[in-house]
T-cell receptor, first 113, second 114 residues
């Protein structure tokens, strides 16, 4: 079955360390997205990519970086510059058709202490 | 910019009660509207959608009608079950098709008691 795989489900890091969250999709979707979810704040867009080797900043890109070397993969790096990195991170993808819904992975919960 | 406003939660109901979760939006043009559901520890799943005014999306007993005159997309269900307990998100795409992602409301936590 096609879908989006995020790994790991839970991730723990010490403050000051960079950490990379994995997102892989086998849906052959063109566009991929990273959202951050915090209690009471809904989902906020970090970065998105509409094609390979191209990506754009979302609303809260500071302290994060991404790459899109392959269509299937869109890893997110949470750098030490991110002031409050503890959150639930969701990856999503979108086919090329207009007004299609986003497909989401099951998320990675990152805890930084 | 575009925005989505949902009623604050948590919303607590008894099993078999009628459910309404309000959603209003601000957007230019004619966005597509969505309701997503999130169960504990999981990602979001599409529940229903509507792409033009007066469209009604429906799925698993849930319904929502795209009301352009009131810029609303309220979620309703006639008889809720304990298994409906989850967080519900209203969202919209831009008129350009949403290639830059969706705009989400803050979510409404629904708790159904037996």
């Amino acid at each position: 079955d096609g879908g989006i795989t995020q790994s790991p489900k839970y991730l723990f890091r010490k403050e000051g360390q960079n950490v990379t969250l994995s997102c892989e999709q086998n849906l052959n979707h063109d566009a991929m997205y990273w959202y951050r979810q915090d209690p009471g704040q809904g989902l906020r867009l970090i970065y998105y990519s509409q094609i390979v080797n191209d990506f754009q900043k979302g609303d809260i890109a500071e302290g994060y970086s991404v790459s899109r070397e392959k269509k299937e993969s869109f890893p997110l790096t949470v750098t030490s510059a991110q002031k409050n990195p503890t959150a639930f991170y969701l990856c999503a993808s979108l086919p090329g058709r207009n007004n299609s819904p986003l497909h989401f992975g099951n998320g990675t919960r990152l805890t930084v202490t | 910019g575009d925005s989505v406003t949902q009623m604050e939660g948590p919303v607590t109901l008894s099993e078999e009660a009628f459910l309404t979760i309000n959603c209003t939006y601000t957007a230019t043009g004619y966005p597509s509207l969505f309701w997503y559901v999130q169960y504990p520890g999981e990602g979001l799943q599409l529940l229903l959608k509507a792409t033009k005014a007066d469209d009604k999306g429906s799925n698993k007993g849930f319904e929502a009608t795209y009301r352009k005159e009131t810029t609303s997309f309220h979620l309703e269900k006639g008889s809720v079950q304990v298994s409906d307990s989850a967080v519900y998100f209203c969202a919209l795409t831009s008129q350009g098709g949403g290639a830059d992602g969706l705009t989400f409301g803050k979510g409404t936590h629904l708790i159904i008691q037996p």
